[in-house]
Nanobody
Framework: VQLQASGGGLVQPGGSLRLSCAASGFTLDYYTIGWFRQPPGKEREFVAATRWSGNTTNYADSVKGRFTISRDRAKSTVYLQMDSLKPVDTAVYYC????????????????????WGQGTLVTVSS
């Protein structure tokens, strides 16, 4: 089970980035994929998550309406589209997976995820 996160970079406030989380070594049926982030000097926090099957998603309040999580079945990839970025969004972003279809209320708990990808740095600055 491997997860490869990519797409980070430097962007100005108000700009957009799309992060990718490519999965290999397993099929994603029944999995939940989540995005978490760790701002500089702070603890890791939940951003968004989706069940691979069905339409169950969850977002942190801080990103609702600005970030969108989606999936490409053919590419076994989950995306995080980030719009209207703010300096407070600056962080290392991680994707994670678990072989369970988590319910919405369980998605923000990092302890529920078994596999983690390496992080990708997003810097929002003018």
């Amino acid at each position: 089970v491997q997860l490869q996160a990519s797409g980070g970079g430097l962007v100005q406030p108000g700009g957009s980035l799309r992060l990718s989380c490519a999965a290999s070594g397993f099929t994603l049926d029944y999995y939940t994929i989540g995005w978490f982030r760790q701002p500089p000097g702070k603890e890791r926090e939940f951003v968004a998550a989706t069940r691979w099957s069905g339409n169950t998603t969850n977002y942190a309040d801080s990103v609702k309406g600005r970030f969108t999580i989606s999936r490409d079945r053919a590419k076994s990839t989950v995306y995080l589209q980030m719009d209207s970025l703010k300096p407070v969004d600056t962080a290392v972003y991680y994707c994670a997976s678990t072989y369970r279809g988590l319910i919405m209320s369980a998605m923000p708990d990092a302890r529920g995820y078994l596999s983690w990808g390496q992080g990708t740095l997003v810097t929002v600055s003018s």
